[in-house]
Nanobody, 127 residues
């Protein structure tokens, strides 16, 4: 069982930056691929970014590529999402998710692939 707790959300002006953190419980963090998703009011949840268990592979949605960076520190059981050049359309609840995997280099872009989810953190970007 893995428990995930996000933090770092808040209110920021367009063009600003935020860094989200996702702290995971358990001793097998490196055996889990990690992902960030978001859901805006009235919209479906959408994929943002994913990183492999060993941190060597990552993948981004087109609408955040070049602005967001996903990373992880396996020694601290924590994943991060650095968000730069934020836009009002980035406003959403951001969720981190974890999936157990035996393939340390694998990334996962679909929500249904993930086993565990955090409670979410609100990000609001004002224009």
């Amino acid at each position: 069982q893995v428990q995930l707790v996000e933090s770092g959300g808040g209110l920021v002006q367009a063009g600003g930056s935020l860094r989200l953190s996702c702290a995971a419980s358990g001793r097998t963090f490196s055996n889990h691929g990690m992902g960030w998703f978001r859901q805006a009011p009235g919209k479906e949840r959408e994929f943002v970014a994913t990183i492999s268990g060993n941190g060597g592979s990552s993948y981004y949605a087109a609408y955040v590529k070049g602005r967001f960076t996903i990373s992880r520190d396996n020694a601290k059981n924590t994943a991060y999402l650095q968000m730069n050049i934020l836009k009002p359309e980035d406003t959403a609840v951001y969720y981190c998710a974890a999936v157990a995997t035996a393939i340390a280099t694998m990334t996962f872009t679909e929500g249904y692939e993930y086993d565990y989810w955090g409670q979410g953190t609100q990000v609001t970007v004002s224009s």
